[in-house]
C-alpha cells in the first residue's frame, strides 16, 4: 500500500510539467497573418530591433485539419494536422520565447492557380511525399536535397529537419556521406572513420582545387596506399560510390565485413562514375579501401529502399550559389538526378553577405549565381519541390553603441533570394525575420548561442534555426491542405518581378 500511494505521488509530479509545458505551448497558437513581402531597398537603412509580441511557436498542436492535399492525382485523402511538439521542441519554444524569436511562416507561391483557389503549389511535390508518408502509401523515401554554407556542414540546423520529420513520417535513413571530416573536429554522423591518408578538397577554397567537384562540393584523395574509410551499417540493403576516373589513380574496392563486394578500376577517362553494390544481410561495417595513391571519392550513398525522410547535407564551408556553381555541371545533374529529391533546399545567403560588403562581389554576381544554380538543380531533378532560405541575421565587432552592429547587404541579399524564388516558382522562408530580425544574433550572442567568431551560431542557437525551418514547412503543408487558404497565403509568382 506505501508503495503503491508513493508510485501515485511521483505519476502526479511527472505528469504536471508536461501538461504545464503544453498548456503554455497552446497558450501561443492564436494564428497570425503573413508577412508583408520584402522589398529591396538601397541605399540601406537600419532595422529597429525585434518586437517581443510574436514568440518562437514550435511545433505546436493544431486545430483539427482542415482539407485534403489540393492535388487532383492524389489517391488518398490525407487529413493534415501539425504533430504534436516534442520534447526537444518544447525545450527551444522556451529558449526562443526568451530570444524574441518571431512565429515561423514561409511564403509558397501558387503555381497553378484555380479559379479563386490554388490546385498546386511551389511546395506542393514535397506535401504529397509527406501525404503519402502520413499515409502509409508510399513504397519509397522522401529525398531532401539540402545545399548550403558553413551553417550546415557540420550537419547542424539540417539534422533538426531530419529527425524532426523522420519522428513523425518515418526515418528513411541515411543518403549521401563523405570519406571523413573535413577538419580534426565535429561530428562523424556523416562520414566514415577513416585511415591512413586523405586529402579533402572542397569548392569553398580560394584557390581552386584541379579536379572536378559533384553535389556534394567534397572529394578525398587518397595520399598513401590502403587509405580505408570504415562505416558502421544501419542494414541498408544497396550502396554506392560515386568515385572520379582520374590518370594514374589507384583502384577502389567496397568490402563488407572484410569480404570485398566491388572494385573501381580507373582507366584515366577523367569522368565521374557510380560503383553500385548489395550488401549482404547482417552486414555490420562497410570499408572504402584506396589501393593505390591518388584515388579520388566524390561520396557514398548508403540507402534504404523503405518510406521515411532522407535528408541529404551537402554544405561546404565558405560557399555561396556561385561557388557551387564551380560543380562540373555534367556530375552535379547526373548526381542530383540519381538522387531524385523531392525537395530542393537552399540554405544561403550568409557569404554573399559579406562578400558585396569586402567589395568581393555585386549584387548582379549575387542574383546570376542563385539563380544558375536554382535552375541546374531543377533541371536536374524536375519533379522536386523547391526552397529558399534567406541568410541569418548577422554582427560586427565595434565599439560603444555601434558595438555588434548589423552587417550591411543582409536587406539586399534577402530581397534577392526572395525574388528569384518567388521568380522560380520556388518557396522562400525569411529566416531572418523569423529569429527575431535586425538584433537578434545580439542577442543570441548575449545566450552564449554564438561562437566567438560572431558569426556561427552553436549548440540550441543552431537548433532553434532548424527547428524554425521546419515548423515553417509543416505549418505551410498544413496550410497547402486548403485550396482557399492557400490561395490567400501564397504570394503570386509575379510579385518578386514587380519588386526588381
Not at 361 to 371: D, H, K, M, P, Q
Amino acid at each position: 500500500m506505501i508503495e503503491a500511494s508513493r508510485g501515485r505521488r511521483w505519476a502526479v509530479v511527472l505528469l504536471v510539467p508536461s501538461l504545464l509545458g503544453a498548456l503554455l505551448w497552446v497558450s501561443w497558437s492564436a494564428p497570425v497573418e503573413p508577412q508583408a513581402p520584402r522589398r529591396a531597398r538601397a541605399p540601406r537603412t537600419s532595422r529597429p530591433a525585434a518586437s517581443p509580441d510574436k514568440p518562437l511557436r514550435l511545433a505546436q498542436a493544431a486545430p483539427a485539419a482542415q482539407a485534403t492535399p489540393p492535388s487532383s492525382d492524389a489517391a488518398l485523402t490525407v487529413s493534415r494536422v501539425l504533430p504534436p511538439p516534442s520534447p526537444r521542441a518544447l525545450k527551444l519554444y522556451q529558449i526562443g520565447k526568451k530570444l524574441g524569436v518571431r512565429e515561423p511562416r514561409l511564403e509558397d507561391p501558387c503555381v497553378a492557380p484555380s479559379g479563386t483557389t490554388c490546385s498546386r503549389t511551389a511546395l506542393s511535390p514535397f506535401f504529397e511525399s509527406l501525404d503519402a508518408l502520413s499515409s502509409r502509401g508510399a513504397s519509397s523515401p522522401a529525398v531532401i536535397s539540402a545545399f548550403g554554407n558553413s551553417l550546415i556542414a557540420g550537419d547542424r540546423i539540417v539534422d533538426i529537419i531530419r529527425e524532426e520529420l523522420g519522428a513523425n513520417f518515418g526515418d528513411g535513413g541515411r543518403g549521401v556521406l563523405t570519406m571523413d571530416r573535413l577538419g580534426p573536429y565535429g561530428p562523424r554522423v556523416r562520414t566514415g572513420f577513416a585511415r591512413g591518408g586523405w586529402e579533402p578538397r572542397t569548392l569553398g577554397e580560394l584557390k581552386l582545387a584541379e579536379l572536378p567537384f559533384g553535389i556534394t562540393g567534397i572529394y578525398h584523395r587518397s595520399t598513401t596506399a590502403r587509405a580505408s574509410s570504415r562505416f558502421a551499417l544501419e542494414n541498408e540493403p544497396h550502396g554506392t560510390l560515386w568515385w572520379l576516373d582520374v590518370p594514374r589513380a589507384g583502384q577502389l574496392s567496397v568490402h563488407a565485413d572484410g569480404k570485398e563486394l566491388a572494385r573501381a578500376e580507373p582507366q584515366g577517362s577523367g569522368q565521374a562514375q557510380a560503383l553500385a553494390f548489395d550488401i549482404p544481410e547482417g552486414t555490420r561495417h562497410l570499408e572504402v579501401i584506396a589501393e593505390g595513391r591518388g584515388a579520388v571519392v566524390l561520396g557514398l550513398v548508403l540507402q534504404h529502399q523503405r518510406p521515411g525522410i532522407v535528408l541529404d547535407t551537402l554544405g561546404v564551408p565558405s560557399a555561396d550559389a556561385n561557388l557551387f556553381l564551380r560543380a562540373r555541371e555534367d556530375i552535379f545533374r547526373t548526381q542530383l538526378a540519381e538522387r531524385s529529391p523531392r525537395l530542393l533546399l537552399f540554405i544561403l545567403g550568409g557569404n554573399e553577405a559579406k562578400r558585396l560588403e569586402w567589395g568581393r562581389s555585386n549584387l548582379a554576381e549575387v542574383e546570376e549565381g542563385l539563380r544558375s544554380l536554382v535552375r541546374r538543380s531543377r533541371a536536374a531533378a524536375p519533379g522536386s519541390a523547391c526552397l529558399v532560405v534567406g541568410p541569418i541575421d548577422a554582427v560586427r565587432g565595434g565599439n560603444g553603441a555601434n558595438k555588434l552592429a548589423q552587417r550591411p547587404y543582409l536587406d539586399e541579399v534577402i530581397s534577392i533570394e526572395r525574388q528569384i524564388a518567388l521568380s522560380e516558382g520556388c518557396a522562400f522562408f525569411d529566416i531572418f525575420s523569423a529569429m527575431g530580425g535586425s538584433g537578434s544574433l545580439a542577442r543570441f550572442v548575449q545566450a552564449g548561442l554564438v561562437h566567438e567568431d560572431l558569426v556561427h551560431p552553436r549548440s540550441h542557437g543552431l537548433d532553434i534555426l532548424g527547428q524554425l525551418i521546419t515548423d515553417a514547412l509543416l505549418r505551410s503543408w498544413v496550410d497547402a491542405g486548403d485550396p482557399r487558404r492557400q490561395a490567400a497565403l501564397a504570394p503570386p509568382l509575379q510579385a518578386a518581378e514587380e519588386t526588381r
